[in-house]
C-alpha cells in the first residue's frame, strides 16, 4: 500500500516570502500521480498543482511549483510571494495510475500554513 | 451546478440513530469517491463509483456504513448504528474519469454523533 507523510505539522512565513512545504512517499509503482491540494477554513479541498510521475519536468502554477525527485520518492510544494490568502492546511496526495484500475487519493496528514501581515 | 454539492452541511445526530448524507456530483462526471476526515487528520478513501457501479468499497469502515449511486449520478452514504467514532467530515469529490483527470470535492457535510 501507498503510503504519503508530510513531517511539517504547521509552517509559517512572512507575507511576501518563500515558503516550502515537505512531502515524502513511498510506493512500489513507477507510473503514478502527485498532487497538492489546499483546504480552507470552509473546507473544500481545493486543487493547487499536480505532477505526473513519467514527466521529469517540475510543474509550475504560477506562483506555485514543486521539486519532484522521484528516485528520493518527494515531492515539494514552493509558494512564492506568499499572500494573506494562501493560509490554509495544505495535503499532498498520491495517485496510482488509472492502468491498477483505482483512482483513489492517498492523503498525508497536513501541513498547516500561516501567513504573517 | 457549478460545483459538488454536499448536503447536509453540518449533521447532529444521536448514537444509534441511522444519517444518511448526499453528494450531487459534477454533472457528467463518471467516477465519484467518498472520503472520511477526522479532525486534524488528512481524508481517507471510503469508497469508489464509477457510474453505477462501485468498483472498490474497500475502505468502509465496517458494515454499518453502505454507499449507493443508482442512476450514476447522485450518492448517498448512509451509516447505521452512529457511534461516536463515526464524527468526522464526509468529503465527496467527482471526477470526469481516467488518467488525467482531477477530483473536484464538495464542501463536506460535518457529522458530529453525541
Known amino acids: 500500500a501507498q503510503t504519503v507523510t508530510q513531517s511539517q505539522p504547521e509552517m509559517s512565513v512572512q507575507e511576501a516570502e518563500t515558503v516550502t512545504l515537505s512531502c515524502t512517499y513511498d510506493?512500489?509503482?513507477?507510473?503514478?500521480?502527485l498532487f497538492w491540494y489546499k483546504q480552507p477554513p470552509s473546507r473544500q479541498m481545493i486543487l493547487v498543482i499536480r505532477?505526473?510521475?513519467?514527466?521529469?519536468q517540475n510543474a509550475t502554477e504560477n506562483r506555485f511549483s514543486v521539486n519532484f525527485q522521484k528516485a528520493a520518492k518527494s515531492f515539494s510544494l514552493k509558494i512564492s510571494d506568499s499572500q494573506l490568502g494562501d493560509a490554509a492546511m495544505y495535503f499532498c496526495?498520491?495517485?496510482?495510475?488509472?492502468?491498477?484500475?483505482?483512482?483513489?487519493?492517498?492523503f498525508g496528514t497536513g501541513t498547516r500554513l500561516t501567513i504573517i501581515p | 451546478g457549478a460545483g459538488v454539492s454536499q448536503s447536509p452541511r453540518y449533521k447532529v445526530a444521536k448514537r444509534g440513530q441511522d444519517v444518511a448524507l448526499r453528494c450531487d456530483p459534477i454533472?457528467?462526471?463518471?467516477?465519484l469517491f467518498w472520503y472520511q476526515q477526522a479532525l486534524g487528520q488528512g481524508p481517507e478513501f471510503l469508497t469508489y463509483?464509477?457510474?453505477?457501479?462501485?468498483?472498490?468499497k474497500s475502505g468502509l469502515p465496517s458494515d454499518r456504513f453502505f454507499a449507493e449511486r443508482p442512476e450514476g449520478s447522485v450518492s448517498t452514504l448512509k451509516i447505521q448504528r452512529t457511534q461516536q467514532e463515526d464524527s468526522a467530515v464526509y468529503l465527496c469529490?467527482?471526477?470526469?474519469?481516467?488518467?488525467?483527470?482531477?477530483?473536484?470535492f464538495g464542501d463536506g457535510t460535518r457529522l458530529s454523533i453525541l
Open positions: 454533472s457528467g462526471h463518471v467516477s
Open positions: 505532477q505526473e510521475a513519467y514527466k521529469q
Open positions: 463509483f464509477q457510474n453505477e457501479a462501485q468498483l472498490d
Open positions: 510506493t512500489s509503482e513507477s507510473d503514478y500521480y
Open positions: 496526495a498520491y495517485r496510482s495510475s488509472p492502468l491498477f484500475g483505482n483512482e483513489k487519493l492517498t
Open positions: 469529490a467527482s471526477s470526469l474519469g481516467g488518467s488525467r483527470q482531477p477530483q473536484h
